[in-house]
C-alpha cells in the first residue's frame, strides 16, 4: 500500500502542514517514505508521474530549500528557507 501526502483535510493551520512529515516517521515510515509522500507517489495517485513530484529533465522546478538534512531529522522540512517555483525563487 502506498500514502500520499495531502494538503486537504485542513488539519493543519496554514503553512504548518509539514508538520505531518514528523507523524509519518514517528508511526514507522522511513524519513525518504514520507517524502516520497509528497513527490514521486502524490504526482502517481494524481496521474501526473514525471511531470510533478521528481527532479528530471522536463518536469516542474518547484522544490523547497531547507537548512539541514531531513533524512537526519525530518523536522527540519518545518523550517523552509527557500521556495523554487517553476524554476524561480520566489521566497
Known amino acids: 500500500a502506498k500514502l500520499t501526502f495531502g494538503t486537504d483535510a485542513a488539519v493543519y493551520p496554514y503553512g ?3 508538520r505531518q512529515f514528523a507523524y509519518m516517521v514517528r508511526y514507522g515510515m522511513t524519513p525518504m517514505q514520507a517524502i ?3 513527490t ?3 504526482a502517481r495517485a494524481l496521474g501526473k508521474e514525471g511531470e510533478v513530484g521528481s527532479l ?3 518536469a516542474w522546478g518547484d522544490l523547497i530549500a531547507v ?3 531531513p533524512l537526519a531529522d ?3 522540512l518545518e ?3 527557500a521556495v523554487i517555483k ?3 525563487l520566489v521566497r
Do not use: F, H
Open 16 to 18: 504548518l502542514g509539514a
Open 36 to 38: 516520497r509522500s509528497a
Open 40 to 42: 514521486t507517489e502524490a
Open 56 to 58: 528530471r529533465p522536463g
Open 67 to 69: 537548512r539541514s538534512d
Open 74 to 76: 525530518i523536522k527540519a
Open 79 to 81: 523550517k523552509v528557507e
Open 86 to 88: 517553476g524554476g524561480e
